[in-house]
């Protein structure tokens, strides 16, 4: 698994979590694959998913792994509010989301991710080519 349930009480507190899913952990576990899922759909556009999400221990990338996370938190949040800062939480959602929706696009900064790859090995992605507008001089 690329996120333990273990590593989100390094989050947000356990009793919290209990307090949250009836001390049931699956419901964690769905929320981990729930946010993995989103962050997903994001990176799949230019990125080997696969590859990301494949990662273990330190291979993990720590900017996905730690968005991972807060996307997990705020899937929990979001069935109660049991001792929980919505609001700072709620920010952290949808910063994430901008700045996924930022590396989705090609040309904007990319984290250290596998480059989605055709059957050869080339990266895919859109080729984008453009111009500054004509600068003439007149006299």
């Known amino acids: 698994m690329y996120l333990s349930v273990k590593e989100i009480e390094l989050v947000i507190e356990s009793h919290v979590i209990d ?12 929320a981990i694959s729930d946010a993995i899922s989103e962050v ?25 792994l730690r968005r991972v996370k807060i996307i997990t938190v705020w899937n929990l949040i979001t069935r109660s509010s049991a001792e929980v800062l919505y609001d700072i ?20 900064p990319s984290p250290d991710l596998p480059l989605l790859t055709d059957t050869s090995g080339d990266p895919v992605g859109r080729l984008r080519a453009g111009s500054r507008p004509k600068f003439e001089h007149s006299f």
């Open 19 to 30: 307090q949250i899913v009836d001390d049931n952990r699956l419901i964690v576990a769905e």
């Open 40 to 64: 997903e759909s994001y990176l799949a556009v230019r990125f080997d998913t696969q590859k990301i999400f494949a990662a273990r221990g330190r291979n993990r990338n720590r900017d996905i």
């Open 89 to 108: 939480w709620e920010r952290r959602y949808t910063n994430v989301i901008a700045w996924l929706e930022k590396i989705a696009r090609p040309g904007f």
